[in-house]
């Protein structure tokens, strides 16, 4: 299914700085698997890696074949960790790389001055269409990359048994993270500055809301600050429950957009009701709910969620899903969800 459009960024925008319904109803997602994208491009990118001939290329005609405006892309800090990690032991004790302050002197940090490999931005920019924009940031934030390298067990007795070392660890994870979207901020060719960092689960947030104030937002603050003054939003992906810091997170940190929703802990659609006046939503299709739904069912539960925060509203919302693209998505599924989103801009 060719759902291609002339990609358009400043539709996006407007719904980012709700200034204004959008002509057309922007797309959005934080993620896509390898294997996602595999199914739906033919490919073998999931066998590929960033510097392989060629992945860009799929990568970047994978999202504006499926009419999105921009190209969500995140590239992880250069922070090895330990040999044969991977995503799915995210966390996992057996691949923390520091576990006492001796770790973390000897830790081969990078230099702030090249926190990342920027060269990935420069290439997709390249390969832009006219009116197509990046929404680049850092692959993981303070929780999630202090969380892998200590482990999460390792960083829960840190937190009592050695509070220094798991604010240090925190500390220069922040620094080089605010030092990439310093950097990343200044290329033409990204519209907006984005960050993933999952805070919570289902009830509640992984660590106290204190903690989160005062050693994880500072850091989203002044990467907003970085992005809105170089003209551009600023936007955060964030699963669980964090209804204790959304205040803190509009209030103080100033994001512009908040992206990861799951019905079950509060749909988008109530996120709007509370919120949407001073932070767009974004996404929000329960992924749950996608992949397990007919078509019939599908069609109607995204023709409600667009009339809510879209048809119906001050459109100041994109449609997507409420986490990511998985490798156990129906590629048909989400390919139903996007054109309910073509149409009812065609209508």
């Not at 358009?8 to 709700?18: M, N, P, S, V």
């Not at 009116?131 to 390298?149: F, L, N």
């Not at 289902?202 to 992005?227: D, V, W």
């Not at 509060?266 to 974004?282: C, D, H, N, S």
Request: proline residues 6%.
């Amino acid at each position: 299914m060719n759902l291609r459009r002339q990609p358009d960024f400043e539709q996006f925008l407007k719904a980012l700085w709700r200034s204004g319904k959008p002509d057309h109803l922007p797309f959005y997602e934080h993620y896509a698997s390898p294997e996602f994208i595999a199914a739906r491009t033919g490919t073998q990118i999931d066998k590929m890696g960033y510097d392989s001939p060629g992945f860009w290329d799929i990568y970047v005609d994978f999202w504006l074949g499926m009419g999105f405006d921009c190209v969500p892309m995140e590239i992880p800090l250069n922070c090895p960790r330990a040999e044969g990690h991977h995503a799915a032991s995210e966390g996992s004790e057996a691949f923390a790389v520091i576990r006492t302050w001796e770790d973390y002197e000897k830790y081969p940090w990078p230099d702030e001055s090249h926190p990342l490999e920027f060269k990935h931005y420069e290439t997709v920019a390249e390969l832009l269409p006219d009116g197509a924009k990046i929404v680049a940031g850092v692959c993981m934030g303070p929780y999630e990359w202090t969380s892998q390298m200590m482990g999460v067990m390792g960083l829960s007795y840190a937190l009592i048994d050695s509070p220094g070392l798991a604010e240090a660890v925190f500390g220069k994870i922040s620094s080089l993270i605010i030092s990439a979207d310093r950097q990343i901020a200044t290329m033409d060719a990204v519209g907006a500055l984005r960050q993933g960092d999952d805070l919570g689960f289902k009830t509640s947030t992984f660590l106290p809301p204190g903690f989160i104030r005062e050693h994880i937002l500072p850091t989203y603050k002044k990467c907003a600050e970085i992005a809105h003054d170089s003209g551009k939003p600023y936007i955060l992906h964030s699963c669980g429950n964090l209804m204790e810091i959304y205040e803190d997170l509009i209030e103080e940190c100033k994001i512009d957009a908040k992206h990861s929703f799951e019905d079950g802990i509060l749909p988008v659609i109530e996120f709007k009701k509370q919120y949407g006046k001073r932070i767009t939503a974004l996404g929000g299709l329960d992924v749950d709910v996608i992949c397990r739904s007919s078509g019939d069912y599908l069609r109607a539960y995204t023709r409600k969620h667009i009339e809510k925060c879209y048809t119906s509203s001050d459109g100041f919302w994109a449609l997507g899903t409420g986490n990511s693209l998985t490798d156990y998505m129906p590629v048909e599924n989400y390919l139903i969800v996007l054109e309910e989103g073509i149409n009812i801009t065609r209508a």
